[in-house]
């Protein structure tokens, strides 16, 4: 098992800054891949952002690429994502997941996931 925490939400103006934490315990952090999801009422969870175990892959979405950074540090359990330049459609609720396959944009294919942390984005 793998347990994940989020922190770091919170309310921000348009072209704000926040940055997400996943903080994860259990079996061993570096045999994971960590991403980053998002969902909002009435929608499927969507891809934000992943990266892999040995730390040479990041994928990320279309809609945050340049805007968004995911990163890790693995000797300490945790994963991040830096969001810069914040809009009113990145407001959702954030979610990290964790798999021990490569970096996938499908939701169905992560073992574990954290309780989400809100992001409203104020415009």
């Known amino acids: 098992q793998v347990q994940l925490v989020e922190s770091g939400g919170g309310l921000v103006q348009a072209g704000g800054s926040l940055r997400l934490s996943c903080a994860a315990s259990?079996?061993?952090?570096?045999?994971?891949?960590f991403s980053w999801f998002r969902q909002v009422p009435g929608k499927e969870r969507e891809f934000v952002a992943g990266?892999?175990?040995?730390?040479?892959?990041?994928e990320y979405s279309d809609s945050v690429r340049g805007r968004f950074t995911a990163s890790r540090d693995n000797a300490k359990d945790t994963m991040y994502l830096q969001m810069n330049s914040l809009k009113p459609e990145d407001t959702a609720v954030y979610y990290c997941?964790?798999?021990?396959?490569?970096?996938?944009?499908?939701?169905?294919?992560?073992?574990?996931w954290g309780q989400g942390t809100q992001v409203t984005v104020s415009s």
């Open positions: 259990g079996r061993t952090f570096d045999r994971y891949t």
């Open positions: 990266i892999n175990q040995i730390v040479d892959w990041r």
């Open positions: 997941a964790a798999t021990k396959d490569q970096v996938t944009t499908n939701n169905r294919r992560y073992d574990y």
